[in-house]
């Protein structure tokens, strides 16, 4: 987003004026054009002609007011298409002689001003070879609009003209000369209709009753007469009447057959007086009452009479003779059963004979029926479509009779002669273009920055022979003086090798206002309070502060002066956090006792996240970032996107940010991010000078830049009386050669 403000600063100050100019000039332009004024006239679709395209000649009943086809969207489209008519816009341009008007016949000259001037640049005019009448017509057809409301029946007509007048004139025309059109081609199609259908009527009367005396004779022919209610073939129904007599045949049977085969088997089991009919017969019954009589006697005297007693003997006799009479007229009763079942079956088989008769009768008529039918279906369609022709031509006639032919497209309302014209809008349209034009040109700068990049006002790339002017020479290797052990004194003796101190700082650092050019500035050792009140003030309200710091070699190793400056930021109530950015994997979190396991670096790599590296410095408020695990040299692991990212990131969430790390990893990282820090800081030890500083005003790390607050800070280190005397005798033996060159 600060690329984005930063662009739209630079570039927002020709934007402004650009879109004004572009709206004065638009509004120049249409003060050369003429007016333009819209009338319309609407029409409404309510009914249709019994003789139309769109109607269905049986939907019209006794009425003529009864009238109500359904207008679809293809009827309503098609009234749409008719008033777009050459024929009808000719008629028109005919009778209002629009040929003898400049807006619609360019030969005539120029309409306005704007006309005018693009005639004499060679666009407009009259084009070679165009007639009259296709000039009119093409003026006529752009300045016309014919539309159609959606979801119902009207259509409206708008004219635009540089002369209201005009523009109801064609407005009104067209909608009155369509629906007079529309009045007489319904009278004119309905007299061409009723011709038609007359003779169309006769010529079927008499194909219908030729038809008709057709079937007739043919059906007798075939002896195919018909009866009944539903006026079925004596054929069918004979089938039908034989086809219930036969079932029902076939259930007597079956009913005869079952009691004659019960009855038999009763009579051998000797159990056939039990049977129904043998019951029901009187014969048998008095029979059976005689030998209960005479069982009855045998059985009283058989107390008091032997068996060969003459009287005895005869009851027995008597007994024999009932039952052999009985068992006769049983025998009598199963017959007659058996006999009926040969009936019934020799009735089933005449039934079923005379069926087969009447179809084989029925198949052998069929192509004959055939035929029947055939005749008699096209004389029932001859028939319908005369009923048709007659009805539709007595509705007609009612229609004619009455005067009452239904019009199809009704005038709702005229067009009226406006005093506003629709075009142009002049401040409108003006400023609507200058309003577009800053939206289009804003879009384009902020594309452009995003899709591009901006580089950071506070960063400049130099060339490969500027970086190359600009490195420092390469140090002799001598040992880290500054990691040695300080327990005595600085001597008085050792002038020569004291730090030259460095320029104090020329006012308050609270009341100075922010550089708008790479400001240098020098502070010595125990001036860490004074550094950080500078920081702080520099710091612009709502927005973090970044603050590189390093060493002036890559044996100088800052971390302890970094330590201090968070301290001190803490200290004057900000809330800082340290960055040891050190790629190696080779900080100062191992020596400040924080955890290695995760750090900056793995959070550059995705293995850990922010709440796994941020811990809080020892003995300060101010949070620290550890390292981490040792990525490769050169950086190669890391994404320069999800670095600024982070960077971000922790801008939102803490006031200051301080990044410390070594010469070399310093200035891969300050040229990696495109130097987006706002105050570099360049450790300097008292005990190494260099010939040629590479931070000089203007510059950090070997690179120009603008806006950041370089600043040089210089520890004092004590040097070892030992070490003291040892250079000092080196510099005994080396005046001598001095003078003697």
Do not use: C
């Not at 030969?107 to 640049?121: E, F, K, S, T």
């Not at 920055?449 to 420092?472: I, M, T, W």
């Not at 190793?557 to 956090?577: M, N, R």
């Amino acid at each position: 987003m600060s690329t984005v403000f930063d662009a739209l600063k630079r570039k927002g100050r020709w934007l402004l004026p650009l879109s004004i100019a572009l709206g004065g000039v638009t509004f120049v332009v249409l003060m050369m054009m003429a007016p333009r004024y819209q009338s319309e006239a609407e029409l409404a679709i309510v009914a249709k002609g019994a003789s139309s395209t769109f109607s269905d000649p049986r939907s019209a009943s006794s009425g003529p007011d009864l009238v109500t086809t359904r207008m679809d969207k293809e009827a309503i489209n098609t009234h749409v298409r008719a008033l777009q008519s050459s024929d009808l816009m000719l008629q028109i341009a005919n009778d209002l002689k629009l040929a003898e008007r400049r807006e619609f016949n360019s030969a005539l000259g120029p309409v306005d001003q704007l006309d005018a001037v693009l005639r004499m640049i060679g666009i407009g005019g009259p084009r070679s070879g165009e007639s009259e009448r296709d000039r009119v017509m093409s003026a006529f057809r752009s300045r016309l609009e014919v539309y159609t409301a959606k979801e119902s029946r009207f259509i409206g007509i708008r004219m635009t003209s540089i002369d209201p007048e005009l523009a109801s004139k064609i407005a009104n025309a067209m909608a009155e000369n369509y629906r007079a059109s529309l009045a007489e081609q319904g009278v004119t199609e309905i007299d061409d209709l009723q011709t038609v259908l007359k003779g169309k009527i006769d010529k079927l009367a008499s194909e219908v009753a030729t038809a008709e005396t057709e079937i007739d004779r043919y059906r007798g022919k075939i002896d195919g007469f018909r009866g009944g209610a539903q006026n079925t073939g004596l054929n069918e129904q004979q089938m039908s009447d034989l086809t219930a007599e036969l079932s029902r045949a076939k259930a007597a049977r079956g009913e005869a057959e079952a009691r004659a085969a019960s009855a038999r088997e009763m009579m051998k089991a000797g159990t056939a007086d039990a049977l129904a009919d043998v019951q029901k017969s009187p014969l048998i019954q008095n029979l059976v009452q005689q030998r209960v009589r005479i069982e009855r006697q045998i059985s009283e005297l058989s107390a008091t009479l032997l068996p060969a007693h003459p009287r005895m003997r005869q009851l027995n006799a008597d007994l024999a003779g009932l039952k052999l009479q009985i068992d006769s007229e049983i025998s009598k009763i199963v017959s007659s059963l058996e006999k009926e079942a040969k009936v019934a079956q020799g009735r089933e088989s005449s039934i079923a004979q005379s069926l087969a008769d009447i179809k084989n009768r029925v198949v052998t008529n069929a192509p004959e029926e055939a035929q029947l039918r055939q005749l008699e279906a096209n004389a029932k369609a001859k028939r319908t479509e005369l009923e048709n022709l007659q009805a539709q031509l007595e509705a007609n006639r009612k229609k004619l009779d009455a005067r009452a032919q239904p019009v199809e497209a009704q005038i709702i309302s005229k067009a009226q002669a406006e005093s506003v014209p629709i075009f142009p809008k002049k401040f409108q349209l003006s400023a609507l273009v200058a309003f577009a034009s800053l939206m289009f040109g804003t879009a384009w700068i902020v594309m452009g920055s995003l899709f591009h990049g901006v580089p950071p006002q506070g960063y400049r790339k130099q060339n490969a022979s500027d970086r190359r002017r600009s490195e420092p020479p390469l140090l002799r290797e001598e040992p880290l003086i500054s990691e040695m052990p300080v327990s005595e004194p600085e001597p008085e003796s050792a002038p020569a090798l004291a730090t030259v101190p460095a320029p104090a700082a020329t006012a308050d650092a609270t009341s100075e206002p922010a550089p708008k050019e790479a400001s240098f500035t020098a502070f010595n050792d125990g001036e860490m309070e004074e550094l950080a009140g500078r920081l702080k003030a520099r710091r612009s309200a709502g927005g973090g502060f970044r603050t590189l710091i390093t060493g002036e070699s890559d044996d100088i190793v800052p971390y302890a002066e970094a330590s201090e400056l968070v301290k001190a930021l803490a200290k004057a109530g900000v809330q800082p956090i340290l960055v040891d950015w050190s790629p190696s994997g080779e900080g100062f979190a191992r020596d400040a006792g924080l955890d290695m396991n995760a750090g900056f670096n793995d959070l550059l790599t995705g293995r850990a996240g922010f709440e796994d590296i941020i811990q809080r410095l020892p003995g300060t408020t101010a949070h620290v970032v550890a390292s981490g695990r040792a990525v490769s040299k050169d950086e190669s692991e890391f994404d320069i996107d999800r670095l600024n990212l982070v960077l971000d990131a922790l801008d939102e969430a803490y006031d200051h940010i301080v990044v410390v790390g070594r010469h070399d990893e310093a200035r891969r990282l300050f040229e990696g991010i495109e130097g987006r820090f706002d105050a570099g800081i360049t450790v300097a030890s008292s005990l190494r000078k260099s010939a040629e500083p590479e931070d000089r005003d203007g510059t950090f790390l070997g690179f120009e830049v603008a806006e950041i607050d370089v600043i040089r800070y210089e520890r004092r280190e004590a040097v070892a009386p030992a070490l003291m005397q040892r250079l000092a005798r080196v510099t005994q033996n080396q005046a001598p050669v001095a003078r003697q060159a």
